[in-house]
């Protein structure tokens, strides 16, 4: 029975859970999108389908996408932890063609590699993608407009470009391009500039470039309920990593215990292979978790295995799991090397392994604050719809709009969307783009007593 209502919510999502017009209003833009709190999660899950229902569902958009191939790379590291990769030859220029894939067993992997594809494909710009550009719908082809921010703002709602961290200051009545997106914290459409959602970004309307695009935000699913909770989360938890790393401060380290399960597991698979894993609670201001593993190989001291993984939700195992995974996958990749964005390789063995180790030191250290899973709350809920409430209630007065933008293709029928948040750090992953955010991370300065000690008389 849970098959066939996973099956319904798959090939209805998007009749049921949204609902997309465009017409007249507000320039001509128009999006609505309705989250549907009668869409559950899986018993003993936080999916709205199992790994192998999902899996079932999204094998056959493969072609669709470009994917030639997908390859289990686990075996390429001695960690374990399964990761998979995924090739898509007609990636975009300035895009990656392979993407991976990260779980606690085979399927969550390859379900992962896959997802991200899906992702990427979809963030192409329409009529420039090689995949989905050779068969648009009309729905597919997502209006914009072209204007400055200054005349559009006095008529609709509009993102201001600055709120978007710009590295350089935007010029009064630029032109720029423009698509709709829905501000769930208001529930009404605002204008969002194209350059802060589709990657990779090229004006074709006679627009100005703001930054470089990147991926931040981008999430598929199997309802848009998931789908949405997906992409907060990942921007939550970039913002997040960006006030850590430009602070210098890891937060609190959690110490995992057997009584933790599947995440004491995957950490063990890590110590069994003789790799030191460091997890630390990032400190925020925003009231879910965000969680952070770095990893120290000092059986082969490469510089360019000094890598991370980190996480977000409102659970706090789920954040860890999320962590250990991304870090394992984060190894393979190196070892792997075939991405267009693994040039840090050879940016950091010019360092070398102690020079590189003493820069992130504060992600090895041994903290003096220390946290265990079981002193953590969990925060989530028995459907998406209320795990999404129970996050933008979380940004509400900190971000002024939480926007996601449907960039989803009729032909997939797999929703996928762009989530941004004005004014949310991007550092980690644009060093030029920073904000006022980054004080949140700063550690409390401690004052030393002076005492005053009188001169002696001569």
């Known amino acids: 029975m849970s098959e066939i209502k996973c099956l319904l919510h798959w090939l209805t999502g998007i009749l049921i859970t949204r609902y997309i017009t465009i017409t007249n209003e507000n320039a001509g833009l128009y999006m609505n999108i309705e989250i549907d709190p009668a869409v559950k999660y899986k018993e003993g ?3 709205v389908c199992g790994p192998k229902e999902t899996l079932e569902n999204i094998t056959g958009i493969l072609d669709k996408v470009g994917v030639t191939r997908i390859a289990d790379i686990t075996d390429l590291d001695r ?3 399964p990761v998979f990769s ?4 007609s990636a975009a220029e300035g895009a990656v063609s392979i993407y991976s894939g990260k779980g606690a067993d085979d399927t969550q992997a390859r379900i992962s590699a896959i997802m991200e594809s899906v992702e990427r494909c979809c963030a192409e710009q329409p009529g420039i993608s090689k995949d989905l550009g050779k068969d648009l719908d009309e729905e597919d082809i997502k209006p914009t407009i072209a204007d400055s921010f200054e005349n559009l703002s006095q008529k609709v709602n509009t993102i201001n470009p600055l709120d978007l961290l710009t590295a350089e200051p935007v010029i009064k009545n630029t032109r720029l391009e423009w698509m709709v997106g829905y501000d769930l914290l ?4 605002i204008l969002v500039p194209s350059n802060a959602v589709y990657h990779p970004y090229n004006p074709t309307n006679g627009g100005h470039q703001l930054f470089r695009s990147n991926t931040n935000g981008l999430a598929a699913g199997n309802t848009m309920e998931e789908t949405i909770l997906h992409g907060l989360l990942e921007v939550i938890e970039r913002d997040a990593l960006s006030i850590a790393e430009y602070n210098k401060n890891p937060g609190r380290e959690i110490i995992l215990t057997p009584d933790d399960g599947v995440v004491y597991d995957l950490l063990k698979k890590f110590e069994a292979a003789g790799v030191i894993a460091k997890v630390w609670l990032l400190t925020h201001d925003i009231g879910l978790y965000t969680v952070v593993c770095a990893l120290d190989d000092p059986v082969l001291k490469d510089p360019a295995l000094l890598v991370m993984g980190a996480g977000s939700h409102l659970i706090p195992e789920i954040a860890v799991s999320r962590a250990l995974t991304e870090a394992a996958q984060s190894r393979v990749v190196q070892i792997h090397g075939a991405r267009e964005d693994t040039d840090r390789e050879s940016v950091v063995r010019t360092f070398g392994y102690e020079a590189m180790k003493r820069l992130n030191r504060y992600w090895y250290i041994d903290s003096a604050e220390k946290v265990t899973l079981s002193d ?16 933008v209630e979380m940004l509400r007065g900190i971000i002024p709009y939480a926007v996601i933008v449907d960039i989803s293709s009729t032909s ?4 996928v969307v762009r989530a941004v948040l004005p004014t949310f750090e991007q550092y980690t992953l644009d060093r030029e783009r920073k904000g006022k955010r980054m004080k949140i991370g ?3 300065k401690t004052r030393t007593k002076r005492t005053f000690k009188p001169r002696p008389v001569t």
């Open 45 to 47: 899950t936080k999916r």
């Open 79 to 81: 960690i374990g932890i």
């Open 86 to 89: 995924a090739i898509r030859p």
């Open 186 to 189: 208001t529930e009404e459409n």
């Open 376 to 391: 953590l709350e969990d925060k989530s809920a028995d459907t998406p719809a209320k795990d999404i409430r129970a996050t």
């Open 412 to 415: 997939l029928n797999l929703p």
């Open 442 to 444: 700063r550690k409390p």
